[in-house]
């Protein structure tokens, strides 16, 4: 008996010789990326190898320059306490000076300027009130100075 080969043999036939070429290209793609693989994990063993260490002496070195940067900030909390103190001293000093240097200088335009007033005129009074008057003027300008200029 003579068995026929008919379409449907051929088909099954072209279909498990696709299947056995789909196989083969398969196996070779995973073999391919099994190598590929191997070197990636390859890769990454000998970069975990070599970063280890310098991630760990990065991380000394962060500690170390944070215990230098706390020493640091102790020492600029004591300049600024220092820079504090020197400025409270200086406007404690600047107002303990400033009402004798105010009367002085409006002593000092009063005098000219009643002297002055003195000689022109020749009248007493008038030479006491431009001496007043100069005087008072020149304290009030010079505190207006001392308002406005920063201490």
């Not at 409270?88 to 002055?116: C, D, K, M, N, Y």
């Amino acid at each position: 008996m003579v068995a026929a080969f008919t379409w449907s043999d051929a088909a099954d036939l072209a279909l498990a010789f696709f299947l056995v070429v789909v196989g083969l290209g398969l196996a070779w793609a995973l073999l391919a990326l099994s190598g590929a693989l191997v070197r990636l994990s390859a890769l990454i063993r000998g970069a975990q190898d070599e970063l280890l260490p310098v991630i760990n002496k990065v991380g000394g070195s962060v500690d170390r320059v944070n215990a230098q940067l706390d020493k640091l900030d102790q020492a600029t909390g004591s300049a600024v306490d220092a820079v504090d103190a020197i400025d409270q001293a200086v406007r404690t000093v600047s107002f303990g000076v400033r009402r004798p240097i105010e009367t002085l200088a409006g002593f000092s335009s009063g005098f000219s300027h009643g002297f002055a007033t003195l000689r022109t005129r020749r009248n007493w009074k008038a030479a006491v009130a431009s001496a007043k008057e100069a005087s008072a003027r020149r304290r009030a300008d010079l505190a207006d100075e001392l308002r406005r200029t920063p201490v």
